[in-house]
Structures are given as structure tokens and as C-alpha cells.
């Protein structure tokens, strides 16, 4: 097998790089790209006795270990140049990292990309990859590419798959197609791919999984990673196994020894960043490099924040991946010198200072704090793409000075003080006096910090964003009159003719389960007065990708009554809870609301209650609306949600619903309300008149008449759709 080295320089912000940039054409041709060989031998390489001895495809060469740190500096070879290490992996989900062009990527000093099998195999589909000769030619990326091997995203899909020891069975979102995704099956679409590192299908389970599940899930990895060798034959595309066990630390232990055993080019640590603490990742992060051997790769999956890589570089990692950078670029918050700088903050507005004078990346050279303020107010892609391409710097930077500084033996001092440094806030713009915040450390977990109001109520404020969940009642009150005194729960909940089937409640935005929690003491309300025999089921379903807010409130019991209860205990610790009686069931999908839209059973009611268009404006467009729409229609549904605005109201319009006010709460003198039919369901006791011509004509005055930024051709088909609506149309 030919490895050519096509290393390039991985951007202009390196310094001391010398190396020319090499800019390939796309060729015509795709055959010009090395394909792996694939085998017709089904056997497993047979393993040396001694690893140290093996020779791996990648040819992974520790160029230095610094003292008093498990930190290593080292090269490897794959069929798309050399990479150093530590290094960090941008994630390109859909091929393609967030708001970035491969030449933004390049200049931030991005070296190895990570794709994502699951959703490239529903869309654009492996046909698309064959035609191409792989994802490189696809994407126009020549640097090396990890593919994952789905089973991450499709462990995460409860209700639309199905498992056994063949593999994981499961619905396309895209199109409802049936795929089969076994360790044989995802190797086959990641050779497809001709990714230059594959990953074996493994089942992910919580980091918190009580130790008999967790055995079990490490046992099936193992038999699985066996398989995943075989079907990988001896092809010259690198192939990772993966250490389970979730947080017991003997199965951590055993998972290590079991697959450092085997020809694996390069052995990952899978299932953290999951629900575990800090404190306990990096535990179990030095408890398993201790126990992987050294002549081989290290890759920390889906970790993490600057201070977590910088922890695991410490205990012995080479390889991390995260959404991070793009996430927080879309949320306005930039990685720098001085901390971490919210661009939302009116303190920016006037600033013709750069994001960080010390950075060297073109949205540094070019643009100022005002500006990128604007466009992050405006919810303006370019300002995401200039953030993510400072975030992406700061990070490649940071594995840069870590890389030179193990070289040159200093590691552990540089560990000490970038420690302190990474874990500031803004400094040059406190968001509050110091002399408050000497008094009392907010208590936090993750983004999320407790936010006590002027009334005296406790709310959760994610960090990042500023935004308090439930901000202007108390939570359980606003809760209560929102969203399950709006629904009707109580009388619903009672059997009466042929309304028996069971109610299905989706709660959009699990947050400190609040609008959950109430729908639970509704229920368990009626329970109490009409029994048993007079309830009908209800299934609650959570919506929910970051539980720390959960988390955070439940460390304080004190501020937050409603969390004193079993159910949202067992919600963090397995995800399921039901009542005594198995009339409730509720249980948590774990992820983003989009990705699980099409999975999750046809709901009755929603609770519609994520963040604000502002912090999160994916989660309130049409398209968005126009999928609950389409995944509610074998039911009358209705959908309850706090926004009033406009927009969101014209957005819901256009994806078919029929719109109402809803009562108003604290200073909003109204909510919104949609029905997927006009009369709203059958066992709704009273549904509120529907907006009529007055809010037409509101709506056609309205300076934000869309919800987001559309084409000209796209407003005329906007604005058709809600002059032609049926809600409007017997009105004189
Ligand atoms: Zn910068």
C-alpha cells in the first residue's frame, strides 16, 4: 500500500510554518485519490503477543513524553498526510463544519476533519460517495478525515430502532427507509466513504448506567469490535476500537485489556461527556490511558471544552473532537487570551477593539467587537463564521502551544498556568462588581448558573446566552397556567366515552423540568381524587440535548420544590420514570429536538418551551414547525408555546396549523396557541376564537413579518401561504 505524503501547512496562522500551502485541483478523475484495498479475506490480523512490538497502519510515533505528565507529543501517518499530535478534530456532521468553507478551515489550522456516517448515510447517501470515490472529493477536503460509526446518533434514537446482537435496526428520518447498521454493515459505508480512520460500531450507553447494563453494553462492544476487524479485512484505512464501561472503573479497566489486544490502529474512550461530572471524566480519562498501550493513538470521544482537552492531554489523550467551537460561535461567545467574551453584551456595541489582539486569526485582523456584536444580535450567519473561525483557531492553537510545549519538556508549568487561564471569565468586562461576586460564587454545572429574581424566585440562566428559563413569574405558577392549565390536562386525563386511548405530551425543552414536573403533579392530582379506574394513560416525552440545568437544580432541592420527587432523579439517572400505577410513563429523548422529531410517538399536546429565537433560532422557523405539523396529523394536536410574536405566529401559520392567543403571563399580555385542525381536538373543552382578519392585517404591517431572512421568491410563497390560509378565509 502507498501512503503518499500530501501534508500541507495547516494555515498561515502557524508560525514558523514554512512549508508552501499545496492548493490541489479537484481532479477529474477520482481515481487520482489513493482508494483503500478492500479484502476478500474475512480474517482478523492476527495480533503480536507483545503490542508494543506491532506495526500499526499508522505508523504512530511518540516523539516525546513531558515529565511529571502523562502528556505525549507524536506523529502519525494516514493516507492523507501526517498529523501531530495532540491535535483537534472539527466535527463536519453533514461534510461540512458549520458555517466554514474548507479554506476557512485551512487557515484556522484545522488538519483532520470528522464526518459523520449516520447522517451522510440517509443524506446525501452512499451512492452519492461512490460516484465520488469517497467523501474527500466530495467535500473537496484533502487532509485526512475520521468517520464515527453511527452508533452514537442511532443509540440515541429510542423509539425508531430496534437491537439485538445483528446490530441496531432503524427508521431514516429522511425518507422512512429501514437500514440495518451492524458492525459488517457500518464498516462497509465508511470504506465507502474512504475515510482514513473508521470507528467500530459500539453501543453507547449513559456514562451513569448501573453496572449490569453497562457490563452487558461492553461485552456486545467487544464481540462487536471482533467483528468490525474482520469485516475491515485488510483495508489500508486505519480502524479505532473503543473503551466502554461507563463509570465503573473495573469495566473501564477490563474494556482496555480486551481490545489492546487486537490489531486496532489506534483505541478511542467512548461513552463520557455523557452525564458524568468533571471530576469523574477526568478520573476515568487517566484510569484507561493508564491501561492502553502506548504505541497507539488516544482519542477522547466528544470532548470537550478547552480546560477538558487540556485536562485529558494531561492524563495521556492525542486525539479530541467537538461541536464547541461552532456551538458557542452560533450563541455569540468567543474562546480568548482574557477569557471568554459574550459579543450579545451591550458592551460591545461601541468596541473597535479586536476579539483578542493577541490572536492572530482574520477575524482578529479584520473586524471589530461592534461589528461582530451587530451581526450576532442580527442572528447573521457571517457573524457565526467569523466566530467559529476564531473559536476554531483558538483551539488549534491551543493544541499547538501544548504540542511545542511537551517537545521542549515544560509541559506540567504550562498546564499550571493555562489552567488558571482558561478557566476566567470576561475580565476586561466583569458582568457584575467584583466586590458581589467575592461575596457568593454563583453555583453553576456546565453553561447553567442559579438566577434568583427580585421577587425572590429561583430560575436557571444558561451562561453563554444570559437567558433565564422562566424569567418573569414563578416557574411552577407560569408552568401551571401556560401550559398544563391552557391543555386542559386535568379534565382530559379523565376517561370519558371513547377518549380512553392514552394522551401523549411532548415537553419541548426539558430545561429544570419544570412545565414536566407539573404536568407529573397534575396527574398525580387526579390520581389522588378520581383513581385509577377513571384515568386515561398519559405518556410524557422530554425533549432535552443538555441536562445540566436539570443537574444544577437538582443539586439544590432548597430553591427548586418541584424537584423534590422521585421522577426527575430517575430522569437523569436512566432517562425513564413511571408512576406506581404505570398510568404515567415519561421518559427523556436526549438530543436535538430537530434529530428526533420523526422518531418520537404522534404527540396530543406540546409544551413548547426552548430557548428564545434569539439564543436558539433554529428551533422556531417554519421548516421546523412544518415537520411537528406533518409528524402530528394522525392526531388532532395542539401545540402551547410563551412566544407572542409575530413571526413565530406567522411561521406556524405557513406550516399549516391554526393559530390562537393564548392567555397572557406576567408583563406578556398574550402566548400563542396552534391546532392542527381549526376546531381544535374533540376532547378540548374550549378552544380559544382563532386569530381573524385584525392580526391579518397586523401581520401585513409587521416590519418582521418572517421569522427568518428569506429570499424574495421565498417571501412571495411565505406570503401566499398565510393570505390563502383557511383560517382567514370565511372571515368578511
Ligand atoms: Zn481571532
Known amino acids: 500500500m502507498d501512503f503518499p505524503d500530501q501534508s500541507f501547512c495547516a494555515g498561515t496562522v502557524e508560525a514558523g510554518c514554512d512549508r508552501p500551502r499545496v492548493h490541489r485541483p479537484i481532479p477529474r478523475d477520482w481515481k487520482e485519490f489513493p482508494m483503500p484495498q478492500y479484502s476478500a479475506d474475512p480474517e482478523i490480523r492476527p495480533a503480536s503477543k507483545d503490542p508494543r512490538s506491532l506495526k500499526t497502519l499508522l505508523n504512530f510515533t511518540v516523539e516525546n513524553e513531558s515529565r511529571g505528565s502523562q502528556a505525549r507529543a507524536a506523529t502519525f501517518q494516514t493516507l492523507h498526510g501526517k498529523v501531530e499530535t495532540p491535535i483537534f478534530m472539527p466535527v463536519g456532521t453533514q461534510a461540512t463544519v458549520k458555517w466554514q468553507t474548507v479554506e476557512s478551515l485551512r487557515i484556522t489550522g484545522a488538519r483532520v476533519l470528522l464526518a459523520n456516517t449516520y447522517h451522510l448515510l440517509l443524506r446525501p447517501g452512499l451512492e452519492v460517495f461512490k460516484q465520488f470515490g469517497g467523501i474527500h472529493r466530495f467535500m473537496n477536503w484533502d487532509g485526512p478525515v475520521l468517520t464515527d460509526s453511527g452508533g452514537f446518533q442511532i443509540f440515541s434514537l429510542p423509539h425508531s430502532r430496534e437491537m439485538n446482537e445483528a446490530g441496531a435496526r432503524f427508521q431514516s428520518y429522511v425518507d422512512g427507509k429501514s437500514y440495518l447498521l451492524s458492525p459488517e454493515s457500518s464498516i462497509e459505508m465508511q470504506k465507502t466513504m474512504a475515510s482514513d480512520i473508521m470507528m467500530v460500531l459500539d453501543q453507547c450507553i449513559d456514562s451513569t448506567a448501573p453496572y449490569a447494563q453497562a457490563e452487558a453494553a461492553m461485552e456486545l462492544t467487544h464481540r462487536w469490535a471482533e467483528r468490525s476487524l474482520r469485516a475491515r479485512g485488510d483495508s489500508g484505512q486505519a480502524l479505532f476500537g473503543i473503551v466502554q464501561g461507563a463509570c465503573h472503573h473495573d469495566l473501564r479497566k477490563k474494556s482496555a485489556a480486551f481490545l489492546r489486544d487486537l490489531p486496532f490502529d489506534g483505541l478511542a474512550i467512548g461513552g463520557l461527556a455523557v452525564g458524568e461530572t468533571h471530576r469523574e471524566r477526568y478520573e476515568l480519562t487517566a484510569l484507561v490511558t493508564e491501561h492502553l498501550p502506548k504505541n497507539l493513538p488516544r482519542y477522547l470521544m466528544g470532548v470537550g471544552t478547552p480546560i477538558d482537552i487540556l485536562e485529558g492531554v494531561h492524563r495521556g489523550v492525542d486525539m479530541f473532537d467537538c461541536i464547541i467551537p461552532s456551538q458557542l460561535a452560533q450563541r455569540g461567545v468567543a474562546f480568548t487570551s482574557h477569557g471568554k467574551l459574550k459579543l450579545r453584551r451591550a458592551v460591545h456595541k461601541f468596541s473597535q477593539e479586536p476579539l483578542d489582539a493577541r490572536c492572530d486569526c482574520p477575524s482578529c485582523q479584520q473586524y471589530s467587537r461592534a461589528y461582530i456584536h451587530h451581526l450576532v444580535k442580527s442572528a447573521e450567519l457571517l457573524g457565526w463564521h467569523l466566530l467559529g473561525i476564531h473559536n476554531m483557531a483558538f483551539y488549534h492553537r491551543l493544541m499547538r502551544e501544548m504540542r511545542e510545549s511537551i517537545l521542549r519538556d515544560d509541559f506540567l508549568s504550562y498546564y499550571g498556568q493555562k489552567r488558571l487561564e482558561l478557566g476566567r471569565d470576561d475580565e476586561q468586562n466583569p458582568g457584575r462588581p467584583p466586590k458581589q461576586a467575592k461575596r457568593s460564587e454563583p453555583a453553576r454545572v456546565g453553561d447553567y448558573e442559579i438566577h434568583t429574581s427580585a421577587q425572590g424566585f429561583s430560575s436557571i440562566r444558561q451562561i453563554s446566552s444570559g437567558e433565564v428559563m422562566h424569567s418573569v413569574n414563578r416557574p411552577l405558577d407560569e408552568a401551571d397556567k401556560l401550559y398544563v392549565g391552557q391543555a386542559f390536562l386535568a379534565a382530559r386525563l379523565l376517561k370519558h366515552g371513547a377518549s380512553a386511548d392514552e394522551m401523549t405530551v411532548w415537553d419541548v425543552g426539558l430545561g429544570a423540568a419544570f412545565n414536566a414536573m407539573a404536568a407529573v403533579q397534575c396527574f398525580e392530582r387526579c390520581f389522588a381524587e378520581q383513581g385509577e379506574k377513571n384515568l386515561r394513560p398519559l405518556r410524557l416525552v ?151 382578519r385584525e392580526w391579518l392585517a397586523r401581520w401585513r404591517r409587521s416590519g418582521a413579518k418572517y421569522p427568518t431572512d428569506l429570499a424574495e421568491r421565498e417571501k412571495r410563497v411565505f406570503d401566499s401561504l398565510i393570505e390563502g390560509h383557511a383560517q382567514f378565509a370565511d372571515e368578511t
Open 542 to 692: 422530554s425533549f432535552e440535548c443538555d441536562l445540566d440545568a436539570l443537574a444544577l437544580a437538582a443539586k439544590y432541592p432548597v430553591h427548586f420544590p418541584h424537584l423534590r420527587h422521585r421522577a426527575p432523579f430517575q430522569i437523569l439517572a436512566s432517562g425513564k420514570w413511571q408512576h406506581a400505577s404505570k398510568l404515567l410513563q415519561w421518559e427523556l429523548l436526549k438530543g436535538d429536538f430537530p434529530s428526533l422529531i420523526e422518531s418520537a410517538v404522534v404527540p396530543d399536546v406540546i409544551f413548547y418551551d426552548p430557548f428564545s429565537f434569539k439564543t436558539n433560532p433554529a428551533l422556531w422557523n417554519a421548516e421546523i414547525f412544518s415537520r411537528v405539523f406533518k409528524r402530528c396529523l394522525p392526531k388532532s394536536a395542539e401545540l402551547y408555546t410563551y412566544s407572542a410574536s409575530t413571526a413565530v405566529r406567522a411561521a406556524l401559520l405557513t406550516a399549516g396549523f391554526f393559530v390562537a392567543a393564548g392567555a397572557g403571563t406576567g408583563p406578556k399580555s398574550a402566548t400563542t396557541i396552534a391546532f392542527t385542525r381549526a376546531t381544535g381536538p374533540g376532547d378540548h373543552p374550549l378552544p380559544p376564537p382563532l386569530l381573524g
